[in-house]
């Protein structure tokens, strides 16, 4: 029995770190490596991903790739980019919906289908962890927590 407890405290202290690591992690905005586009502001992430606008500066179409609400860092791109959570994300979109002036973007389930998705779409943009963002994508902008 005594053996249990320090086993215990060690899986409770590695869960810890591991859950303050994924919370440090940083989210970077992606778009398909041969898109033409190098580097993005703030303003015109946040224009491409509420529906504002649907092209790059250089006339390629944006095609923006969002995660599930289950995803957890679909919150956390909503909140770093505009401050807002993923129930007022929604409202923005059930409006834009409603009203007929925008469609919200594609939803995947997980990093690796957005980067699929950035990949075979030539305006592709999408956000994942960095640690995801391969030499399929390019990199254009840095959320940091």
Request: hydrophobic share 45%; proline share 5%; charged share 20%.
């Amino acid at each position: 029995m005594s053996i249990r407890r320090p086993i215990l405290r060690c899986a409770m202290f590695c869960l810890l770190i591991l859950s303050a690591a994924q919370a440090w992690a940083e989210i970077v905005v992606v778009v398909n490596a041969r898109c033409g586009v190098a580097a993005m502001t703030r303003n015109e992430v946040i224009n491409i991903f509420f529906g504002r606008n649907r092209q790059y500066f250089n006339g390629v179409e944006a095609q923006p790739v969002d995660l599930t609400d289950a995803n957890p860092e679909r919150a956390r791109f909503y909140s770093l980019l505009v401050g807002k959570d993923l129930s007022e994300i929604n409202a923005y979109w059930s409006r834009q919906v409603f009203s007929g002036r925008a469609q919200p973007p594609v939803k995947v389930g997980s990093a690796e289908e957005v980067i699929k998705w950035v990949v075979s779409h030539p305006g592709g943009i999408g956000f994942v962890d960095l640690s995801k963002a391969d030499a399929r994508v390019r990199v254009v902008y840095e959320l940091a927590p």
